[in-house]
């Protein structure tokens, strides 16, 4: 039925797309490991990432990979501040209340980005656009190998970062033990706000990893938002090692999926196996039976 | 009592409003304020009072609207007939999420999600499918006879949807003075405790979810009824589940009255909006997104809490 011709291609299709959807749920699940909250606006704020790559690239003619060290720290503070003076404010300790406040901000960025830009797809044009690389007899476009190796590498500084440093140290003690690490001298609350920076900054990376082969318009973080969410319950909610996995299998589902179904049916796939997964195994494929 | 008459006379009010006013405009106003207190009553059912946030409630709107629509314009049966089919329909998908998630064991955020996510499939499936007419959607042929639930003028919708509002209104009553209402808010004070005193979590949790769904799916057979057009992306679109959540949270989750009071509050602001900013995209959603943040930061018992706070001070 499916010829080996298309179908590897189309694995290899779906590993790239499935190392930046890694990134992006390494910073989501970082945010759940430690605050323990879901953030709805994930998508969202890539959206605002992606966005923040296309003008820098359209104004400043700034190419999209040399955005990284302008994204990168800019996305950490904005995420470091929202923590810091709007969520953090809002939890009143309740699970929900974070949703909430969380698509409140969603439906902040998403209809600012309408309002300013308009509802127009964009896309950017660089010199490696349309040049491709053969793999094993399969072309592959540039920028998909190159969001592909980039995206494990700043998913490997990440596991760097949080295995060796000490803010890495501090980060994974309020996780396991919130109570403990205060008593300790750890200050929880910059803890926090660090991990959300952080996990912003996984979405600032990705966005100028994903630019170059994708496109933006202010519902884009629409599709994103739930993909991250299924990687991370597919994974085990705050695993890293199940995120990076999760990613790669979503990859390939999209992508086999949407050969296999067309366009608009393959995305269903992805909400099946959500759906399944929450059902029948909500601890994931590395957490433990609860 | 008192709540059933202040109920019964604010409804009466508004049913002798066309013998008043003849505005158009003001008739829409005033449906339009009362549709989304139906959503937001049905909301409230599932999340106010049993404690169980649905991101999701598209999926029983959509399939109401969709129930309705299909029916009229491939089998071509009376549109009034149509409305009782949609509830039916609406209510089976409640019961399947419901059914799923709880059985299960799925709280908080994770409900949360897996009813956006059922909605998101829905969605896909009315885009790709020829019966709900994809991505062209549905368009209800014009009849303009009551006797084909269309009228005329605006006063016929405005009838039909306060009689539905009213039945979301006493089952909010009958929930807040009910033993199955008192069962449904021990289980969302506390699940386990509410288990221990013999409640039944799973059924009441299920059966919260299905008079959800179906008043949700009222609503989406008197939108596709109204407008005499549904897409997928209008019926099972993220649009109607954050509508849906809004009204109550800014009104006062779990109260009678609370849907109501956010409902007029949140279209009040969006007409003020609209005036100020004009149609320009998005604005009011945005301002919408502001309001819930600040709602829940620093009102989290909404209008309805604010009055009774200010009440008891007085007393």
Redesign the interface.
């Known amino acids: 039925m499916l010829e080996l011709s298309i179908l590897f291609p189309s694995i290899l299709n779906g590993l790239t797309l499935g190392a930046v959807y890694a990134l992006i749920a390494l910073g989501l699940t970082l945010i759940y490991g430690v605050l323990h909250i879901?953030n709805f606006a994930h998508g969202a704020l890539l959206m605002i990432a992606l966005y923040g790559v296309f003008f820098l690239n359209a104004k400043l003619g700034v190419d999209p990979y040399a955005a990284l060290p302008v994204m990168v720290p800019a996305m950490f503070a904005l995420g470091y501040a929202l923590q810091r003076f709007?969520i953090g404010?809002?939890s009143?300790g309740k699970?929900?209340?974070?949703?909430?406040?969380t698509?409140?901000?969603?439906?902040?960025l998403?209809?600012?980005?309408?309002?300013a830009w308009?509802?127009d797809t964009r896309t950017i044009e660089t010199s490696y656009t349309f040049s491709t690389v053969a793999i094993a007899g399969a072309m592959i476009s540039t920028p998909k190998v190159v969001a592909f190796f980039g995206a494990l590498a700043a998913t490997a500084i990440l596991l760097a970062f949080i295995t060796r440093t000490d803010l890495g140290r501090a980060i994974r003690a309020v996780a396991r033990e919130r109570q403990g690490a205060k008593l300790v001298g750890i200050d929880v609350e910059h803890v926090f706000a660090m991990s959300f920076g952080i996990g912003l900054a996984c979405l600032g990376a990705a966005a100028c990893f994903l630019l170059p082969a994708y496109y933006v318009n202010?519902q884009v973080g629409?599709g994103f938002v739930?993909i991250a969410?299924t990687i991370v319950v597919l994974g085990g909610m705050g695993s890293f090692a199940g995120a990076l996995l999760g990613g790669f299998i979503i990859g390939v589902v999209e992508s086999v999926g949407g050969l296999w179904l067309?366009e608009?049916?393959g995305?269903?796939g992805i909400?099946?196996i959500?759906?399944a997964v929450?059902?029948?195994r909500?601890q994931g494929i590395f957490g433990a039976r609860a | 009592m008192k709540t059933l008459c202040a109920i019964l006379l604010l409804c009466g009010a508004v049913a002798l409003l066309p013998a008043f006013v003849s505005s158009g405009f003001v008739l829409n106003l005033v449906i339009m304020t009362l549709y989304a207190t139906l959503l937001g009553q049905a909301w409230n059912i599932l999340a106010g009072f049993g404690g169980q946030?649905s991101?999701g409630h598209a999926a029983f709107f959509g399939t109401g609207a969709y129930a309705s629509a299909a029916l009229q314009v491939h089998l071509g049966v009376n549109a009034w007939l149509c409305l009782p089919f949609a509830i039916a329909c609406g209510a089976a998908v409640g019961a399947l999420v419901g059914a799923?998630?709880f059985r299960?064991g799925?709280r908080?955020?994770?409900f949360?999600?897996?009813t956006?996510?059922?909605a998101?499939?829905l969605r896909?499936?009315a885009?790709?499918v020829k019966f709900t007419g994809g991505?062209v959607g549905l368009l209800i042929p014009l009849k303009s006879s009551s006797l084909d639930f269309q009228f005329q003028g605006k006063a016929g919708f405005l009838y039909v949807i306060l009689v539905l509002t009213l039945a979301g209104f006493l089952l909010s009553w009958w929930l807040e003075r009910s033993r199955y209402g008192a069962w449904l808010t021990a289980v969302r004070d506390n699940e386990d405790s509410a288990a221990a005193l013999g409640v039944n979590v799973f059924r009441v949790k299920l059966q919260a979810i299905v008079l959800s769904a179906a008043l949700t799916a009222a609503g989406g057979a008197f939108y596709a009824q109204y407008f005499q057009y549904i897409d997928p992306h209008l019926a099972y679109g993220?649009a109607v589940s954050?509508e849906a959540?809004l009204g109550p949270?800014v009104g006062g989750l779990g109260t009678v009255f609370g849907p109501l009071l956010g409902a007029a509050a949140l279209r009040l602001l969006g007409e003020l909006t609209r005036n100020l900013m004009g149609d320009?995209?998005?604005?009011s959603?945005?301002i919408?997104?502001?309001?819930?943040?600040a709602m829940?930061?620093f009102l989290?018992r909404g209008i309805a809490g604010l009055f009774r706070h200010f009440g008891r001070r007085a007393a």
């Open positions: 879901i709007v404010r809002a009143h699970d929900e209340n974070i949703l909430l406040v698509l409140g901000l969603t439906l902040i998403e209809n600012f980005a309408l309002f308009r509802s202010p629409n739930l969410f067309g608009s049916l995305q269903i909400f099946v959500f759906i929450l059902l029948f909500p | 946030y991101f799923l998630s299960y799925l908080g955020s994770y949360a999600l897996v956006l996510a059922f998101e499939v896909i499936l885009n790709s991505g993220p954050v959540l949270i320009a995209p998005g604005v959603l945005m919408y997104g502001a309001v819930l943040i829940v930061t989290p």
